[in-house]
C-alpha cells in the first residue's frame, strides 16, 4: 500500500479523465505498486492499461493488485528499463496514451530522454504523453519543498533530481511532442499534458 498514491489518485484520475482518449490502449511507465492503474482503470473501464515497472518486485505488487481487483482492462505488467531503445512492448504499439507518475525524479536523467524518445516512437500521431510530478518551470523551484525535497534527492542519488518542464519541453520537441498544458496539483505538484 502506498499512501501517496492513495491521496493523489482522485486529483491526478480527474486529470486523466479529461486528457486521455476515451477508448484505446495506456502504457503506464514506472508504474510501482500498481495501485494508480487500478484506480485509472476503475474510473476509465474503455481504457486497456499496461503496466510496466523495471523492478520485479514492483511488479509482483502490480499482479497482486490486478489479482485483487479482478479488473478486465488490466494487463499483465511488462520489465520495460526506458533507458533502452527497445522496450519489448512495440508488437503492442502505436498506444494512445503513455503516463509517467513520479518518476523522471527518481531516475537518472537519460531514463527522461530515454522515455521521451520511446513516446516519439510508439505513440499515435494523436496519442497523449501524460507526467505527473515535482518539477522546475523556468529553473525555479514551485515550492520551497520542492527545493528541499530535490537536495534530498541528489545526496541520495546525484543523478537524481526535480526536472524542469523546459528541458523536457526541448528533449520533447525533438521527439515530435509539443507541451499542451501544464496544470497545478495538490501537494506542489505538476500535471504535464504532451500531444
Given at each position: 500500500?502506498?499512501?501517496?498514491?492513495?491521496?493523489?489518485?482522485?486529483?491526478?484520475?480527474?486529470?486523466l479523465?479529461?486528457?486521455?482518449?476515451?477508448?484505446?490502449?495506456?502504457?503506464?511507465?514506472?508504474?510501482?505498486?500498481?495501485e494508480?492503474?487500478?484506480?485509472?482503470?476503475?474510473?476509465?473501464?474503455?481504457?486497456?492499461?499496461?503496466?510496466?515497472?523495471?523492478?520485479?518486485?514492483?511488479?509482483?505488487?502490480?499482479?497482486?493488485?490486478?489479482?485483487?481487483?479482478?479488473?478486465?482492462?488490466?494487463?499483465a505488467?511488462?520489465?520495460i528499463?526506458?533507458?533502452?531503445?527497445?522496450w519489448?512492448?512495440e508488437?503492442?504499439?502505436?498506444?494512445?496514451?503513455?503516463?509517467?507518475?513520479?518518476?523522471?525524479?527518481?531516475?537518472?536523467?537519460?531514463?527522461?530522454?530515454?522515455?521521451?524518445?520511446?513516446?516519439?516512437?510508439?505513440?499515435?500521431?494523436?496519442?497523449?504523453?501524460?507526467?505527473y510530478?515535482?518539477?522546475?518551470?523556468?529553473?525555479?523551484?514551485?515550492?520551497?519543498?520542492?527545493?528541499?525535497?530535490?537536495?534530498?534527492?541528489?545526496?541520495?542519488?546525484?543523478?537524481?533530481g526535480?526536472?524542469?518542464?523546459?528541458?523536457?519541453?526541448?528533449?520533447?520537441?525533438?521527439?515530435?511532442?509539443?507541451?499542451?498544458?501544464?496544470?497545478?496539483?495538490?501537494?506542489?505538484?505538476?500535471?504535464?499534458?504532451?500531444?
Amino acid at each position: 500500500f502506498s499512501p501517496s498514491a492513495a491521496r493523489n489518485c482522485g486529483p491526478i484520475r480527474d486529470v486523466l479523465t479529461r486528457v486521455l482518449p476515451k477508448k484505446g490502449i495506456v502504457l503506464e511507465i514506472g508504474s510501482g505498486t500498481g495501485e494508480h492503474a487500478i484506480c485509472f482503470a476503475t474510473a476509465l473501464p474503455e481504457l486497456v492499461w499496461l503496466p510496466s515497472d523495471p523492478d520485479a518486485a514492483s511488479r509482483a505488487s502490480i499482479k497482486a493488485w490486478i489479482a485483487t481487483e479482478g479488473l478486465a482492462n488490466v494487463r499483465a505488467p511488462v520489465a520495460i528499463d526506458v533507458r533502452r531503445e527497445a522496450w519489448g512492448v512495440e508488437a503492442k504499439a502505436p498506444f494512445d496514451a503513455m503516463i509517467s507518475l513520479n518518476m523522471v525524479h527518481i531516475a537518472p536523467w537519460e531514463a527522461a530522454l530515454g522515455l521521451l524518445a520511446g513516446a516519439g516512437r510508439l505513440l499515435r500521431p494523436d496519442g497523449v504523453l501524460f507526467f505527473y510530478g515535482p518539477f522546475m518551470l523556468g529553473g525555479t523551484h514551485t515550492a520551497a519543498s520542492n527545493a528541499s525535497f530535490d537536495a534530498d534527492l541528489k545526496r541520495r542519488d546525484p543523478r537524481w533530481g526535480v526536472r524542469d518542464v523546459d528541458d523536457l519541453v526541448g528533449e520533447a520537441a525533438s521527439h515530435g511532442l509539443e507541451l499542451r498544458e501544464v496544470l497545478e496539483m495538490p501537494a506542489n505538484n505538476l500535471s504535464l499534458v504532451f500531444v
